[in-house]
């Protein structure tokens, strides 16, 4: 089964339609190999670098409820060329020559972006920074920053250094350094502004959107827009590949080199792609919500996660992978999975028999094995709201700060009143086969007062019930001396000791 209906998006204000292009091609292979656009670059071919980003543009709804462009750097090395279909595409080649990105103030000077050589703000503040050497990496981080200057700059937010650097942690350069390449984040927004015209773009998707017919029943590439739809897909085609944001998907296809002639990718189901909240304030993400929006409605409630939130991937990862990715992909290094069994989280599995909803942590029973059965995807993940008396924190522990898979992540909630704990919830990641949760550190915790022993004792309950392995990432042994450690990190900052740092915590002996 390879058939597809044509691949249909707009580039340069105009639709571009191809045909036949196979299932699992992807949009870097579209781009350098099919249409020879080889100002994208291929560096690491697994999400890792950045040199492949470029800049998505899909319809979505503002503030005020209207038609509103939202706009995402993502990879293309690892991004399936027909999840783009319906939206709008910018590589490094356009943004200087796409005639839908004008001038907002023409009287300050700035001339169009037109066919003419000029630039667009991302590329001038890159030459004026001195923010290129060989170039490699160049494409790559100037489309990034396009990505921030439409979703930042021209929303009137300040790039601070510390924003550049988080918007720009996927994007490598190895021979620059980085900090002309932040200072020319932060210069773009002293030039003349120029920004998409928003109104005209709308109108071309829309007209795109009223052209296109449904895939024919045999195509290789399904997207269903709704739940229903997709549900009785997915029970149609059960040998049909399921992919989101093919973060994980796309590296069996660029070093697997594993093939896939039908394919089912659930981003369009409309319910999937929600943010809700139901009775008794429980937040409902629906699986196919983007990693980045997924934390952000996270982090509303619960500001302190922003900084483990940042270190998940780097954004082009975090703007394509979906947290219903991460949860059905169940890696046992994964770090969204400890942070949602210490929210309590459950996840809701939807088939055409019906949905059930079963908390996190059982989804999982062996290693890369869970209970989903053929028939059924992750649909939503259900988190309860912040407890009175809570106190959260999650920790990624890895070689380097940004960018990196976890050796240890541990996620702790803690409810504490009159000075006893109330409530334990706590996962593990990179310390088993699954992400677990902690019982017997909760089981520790609860009903003891909350003092410092009570809070080494939880770490020695860690360190009995994980017998992590030794990997490239880290030892068995230094992990379960982590997993101490961040208890006893966790006890500190709840302490008033937000300075915490491994360094100054006693290390806890390791038993055999
Ligand atoms: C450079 C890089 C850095 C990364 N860093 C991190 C990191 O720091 N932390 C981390 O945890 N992960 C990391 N990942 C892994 C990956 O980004 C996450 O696992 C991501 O959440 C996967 O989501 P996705 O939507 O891309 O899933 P996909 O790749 O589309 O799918 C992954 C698997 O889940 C299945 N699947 C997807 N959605 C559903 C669903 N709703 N129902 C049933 N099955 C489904 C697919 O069939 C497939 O088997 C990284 C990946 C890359 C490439
Ligand atoms: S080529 Fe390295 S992230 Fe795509
Ligand atoms: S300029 Fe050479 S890798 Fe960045």
Redesign the pocket.
């Known amino acids: 089964m390879t058939t597809t209906r044509p691949l249909q998006f707009i580039r340069r204000g105009k639709p571009v339609t191809l045909h036949d292009v196979p299932p699992d091609r992807t949009l870097l292979d579209l781009l350098r190999e099919d249409l020879h656009q080889t100002g994208t670059k291929e560096g690491c071919g697994?999400?890792?670098c950045g040199a492949c980003t470029v800049v998505l543009g899909e319809r979505g709804t503002g503030a005020d409820g209207r038609p509103a462009m939202t706009y995402r750097a993502i990879n293309s090395c690892?991004r399936l060329a027909h999840s783009i279909d319906g939206m709008a595409l910018w590589t490094v080649e356009d943004i200087a020559r796409d005639p839908l990105i004008q001038p907002l103030d023409p009287e300050a000077g700035s001339t169009p972006a037109s066919a003419s050589a000029c630039l667009h703000p991302a590329q001038e503040a890159m030459v004026a920074c001195h923010g290129s050497q060989c170039g490699f990496c160049t494409p790559g981080f100037v489309m990034s920053l396009f990505g921030m200057y439409q979703n930042r700059v021209l929303q009137g937010q300040d790039i601070s250094r510390a924003v550049a650097q988080e918007d720009l942690s996927g994007n490598l350069c190895r021979c620059t350094g980085y900090r002309p390449i932040f200072d020319a984040a932060r210069r773009m927004q002293d030039l003349p502004r120029v920004g998409v015209d928003e109104p005209a773009l709308l109108a071309r998707l829309e007209q795109l959107a009223a052209l296109r017919t449904p895939p024919a029943a045999d195509a290789g590439y399904q997207a269903p827009a709704t739940l229903a739809a997709l549900l009785q897909a997915r029970a149609d085609r059960p040998q049909a590949?399921?992919?989101?944001?093919?973060?994980?998907?796309?590296?069996w296809i660029t070093k697997q080199h594993r093939r896939f002639a039908d394919v089912l990718d659930?981003t369009r189901a409309a319910e999937l792609r929600r943010i809700d909240t139901l009775g008794g304030d429980i937040l409902r993400i629906g699986?196919?919500v983007t990693?980045q929006e997924a934390y952000a409605a996270l982090c509303g409630t619960r500001p302190q996660l922003h900084g483990f939130a940042a270190r998940?991937?780097?954004l082009p990862?975090r703007n394509?992978?979906?947290?219903?990715?991460?949860v059905?992909?169940g890696?046992p290094i994964?770090?969204?999975m400890p942070l949602l069994i210490a929210l309590d989280a459950r996840v809701v599995l939807a088939s055409v028999r019906g949905e059930r909803s079963l908390p996190l942590e059982a989804l999982y029973t062996g290693y890369r094995q869970n209970v989903?059965a053929a028939d059924e995807?992750?649909a939503f993940i259900d988190i309860p709201p912040v407890t009175e008396g809570e106190f959260l924190r999650a920790y990624k522990v890895s070689k380097r700060q940004d960018?990196?898979?976890?050796a240890v992540c541990l996620a702790v909630r803690l409810v504490e009143r009159e000075g006893t704990v109330v409530q334990a919830s706590i996962g593990a990641g990179g310390v088993a086969a699954t992400p677990a949760r902690a019982t017997r550190a909760e089981a520790a915790l609860v009903g003891q007062p909350w003092i410092a022993a009570a809070a080494d004792a939880a770490g020695r309950a860690l360190q009995a019930q994980f017998q992590p392995i030794s990997d490239m990432r880290a030892s068995g042994d230094y992990r379960r001396v982590l997993l101490a450690n961040l208890l006893r990190r966790f006890w500190k900052e709840s302490q008033g000791d937000g300075g915490a740092s491994l360094a100054t915590l006693r290390i806890v002996e390791v038993t055999a």
């Open positions: 697994e999400g890792d690892i590949q399921v992919v989101a944001g093919c973060t994980d998907v796309g590296l659930l699986a196919a990693l998940f991937a780097g990862v394509s992978g979906t947290l219903g990715g991460n059905a992909n890696s994964g770090d969204s989903i995807i992750v960018d990196d898979i976890s």
